[in-house]
T-cell receptor, first 115, second 111 residues
Framework: GAVVSQHPSRVICKSGTSVKIECRSLDFQATTMFWYRQFPKQSLMLMATSNEGSKATYEQGVEKDKFLINHASLTLSTLTVTSAHPEDSSFYIC???????????FGPGTRLTVT | GQNIDQPTEMTATEGAIVQINCTYQTSGFNGLFWYQQHAGEAPTFLSYNVLDGLEEKGRFSSFLSRSKGYSYLLLKELQMKDSASYLCAVRDITAGNKLTFGGGTRVLVKP
């Protein structure tokens, strides 16, 4: 299957700082990338959908000014958590797909801890 | 919106069979996926159903009834490594084919 990578796999940051997470599709061009957040013992919650070259669409309750998403190329999307707080500590997972009718492939996830 | 329900936890014995049910309500059903997720890792794809019936893949099978809004994942000959969370996800064509996940079912396999 297709490969999606995320970097970093783990990050610890201080409260008030910003953290950038990268998501790359390694062997296909992803017209759409998705960002999910998963708290312990909970399921994946979709945060936003990002289409290459256009603004991301955020799910209800997700602050677009806090979670900045950029999808500047067909192989790279970034999620920046701005002014992070301890409650933002979570497992962030991206996924990518070639097109609307194609399967989604998940990245390995990024564990964010805000101290 | 969508409503996807699955049991929170199940326990089974090594070598046994476990069936994880998933019920859903969605306006534009366009497929149901099952994923396995070990703690601290990303989900891995197990199966996909878009038509009614049973799909079999080795020890794992998945069933779908669109009229009932119901699916199940059947795990046979359970192994200790099958201890994980199993996520049911539904794709909605009226929402750009986004996936919405159920809460996940944690399966604990005991010796």
């Amino acid at each position: 299957g297709a490969v999606v990578s995320q970097h970093p796999s783990r990050v610890i940051c201080k409260s008030g700082t910003s953290v950038k997470i990268e998501c790359r599709s390694l062997d296909f061009q992803a017209t759409t990338m998705f960002w999910y957040r998963q708290f312990p013992k909970q399921s994946l919650m979709l945060m936003a959908t990002s289409n290459e070259g256009s603004k991301a669409t955020y799910e209800q309750g997700v602050e677009k000014d806090k979670f900045l998403i950029n999808h500047a190329s067909l192989t790279l999307s970034t999620l920046t958590v701005t002014s992070a707080h301890p409650e933002d500590s979570s497992f962030y997972i991206c996924s990518a797909r070639l097109g609307t009718d194609y399967e989604q492939y998940f990245g390995p996830g990024t564990r964010l801890t805000v101290t | 919106g969508q409503n996807i329900d699955q049991p929170t936890e199940m326990t089974a014995t090594e070598g046994a069979i476990v069936q994880i049910n998933c019920t859903y309500q969605t306006s534009g059903f366009n497929g149901l996926f099952w994923y396995q997720q070990h703690a601290g890792e990303a989900p891995t794809f197990l199966s996909y159903n878009v038509l009614d019936g049973l799909e079999e893949k080795g020890r794992f099978s998945s069933f779908l009834s669109r009229s009932k809004g119901y699916s199940y994942l059947l795990l046979k000959e359970l192994q200790m490594k099958d201890s994980a969370s199993y996520l049911c996800a539904v794709r909605d064509i009226t929402a750009g084919n986004k996936l919405t996940f159920g809460g996940g079912t944690r399966v604990l396999v005991k010796p």
